[in-house]
T-cell receptor
């Protein structure tokens, strides 16, 4: 069974610090990975996608993919209180055209002013 | 641009009552559509997905059903709600890879 595992946290960092969120997955074939941010009571919003080994940067966010070790991470630089949310890692299913995503349970991040 | 609409935002229903949640997408054609449920303390669970009109795939056996009567409409239903059906229901669409866009969700409380 395909699984995506995340540390549920909570992860607490001071404002301005780097927050590091990690995710491991079991499906070696899948090529597509995503990070979603979910504020309390709201629906998830896509913040990063990554498809190849290495780093992908977008503003304060950097996604890292290591297919050999089967992990994906998200780094948030210069963390702000507004970054406080649950971060969900997702993996797209391999094969077919249904593009199903399997989600981890999420890591709760708190950024303290 | 594409938008996804989901309603109602909140719903309180008695046990044994029927349910109908609707989701519509605008600005795209032939999207893949998904229904997820997020229960308290649990992750996002895929309930149903559809790759076209009348095509429904169920991921888990349960008290719910889904239908896709039109290309951009996806409906989640139940004939008789159970307490365990409470949760945050999310509709999402995908145009062909690249992750999902979620609707705003329906928070269902069965009492």
């Amino acid at each position: 069974q395909k699984e995506v595992e995340q540390n549920s946290g909570p992860l607490s960092v001071p404002e301005g610090a780097i927050a590091s969120l990690n995710c491991t997955y079991s499906d070696r074939v899948s090529q597509s990975f995503f990070w979603y941010r979910q504020y309390s009571g709201k629906s998830p919003e896509l913040i990063m996608s990554i498809y190849s080994n290495g780093d992908k940067e977008d503003g304060r966010f950097t996604a890292q993919l290591n297919k050999a070790s089967q992990y994906v991470s998200l780094l948030i630089r210069d963390s702000q209180p507004s970054d406080s949310a649950t971060y969900l890692c997702a993996q797209e299913g391999s094969g077919g055209s249904n593009y199903k995503l399997t989600f981890g349970k999420g890591t709760l991040l708190t950024v303290n002013p | 641009s594409q938008t996804i609409h989901q309603w109602p935002a909140t719903l309180v229903q008695p046990v044994g009552s029927p349910l109908s949640l609707e989701c519509t997408v605008e600005g795209t054609s032939n999207p893949n559509l998904y229904w997820y449920r997020q229960a308290a303390g649990r992750g996002l669970q895929l309930l149903f997905y559809s790759v076209g009109i009348g095509q429904i795939s169920s991921e888990v056996p349960q008290n719910l059903s889904a239908s896709r009567p039109q290309d951009r409409q996806f409906i989640l239903s139940s004939k008789k709600l159970l307490l365990s059906d409470s949760g945050f229901y999310l509709c999402a669409w995908n145009g062909g890879g690249g992750g999902y866009t979620f609707g705003s969700g329906t928070r269902l409380t069965v009492v």
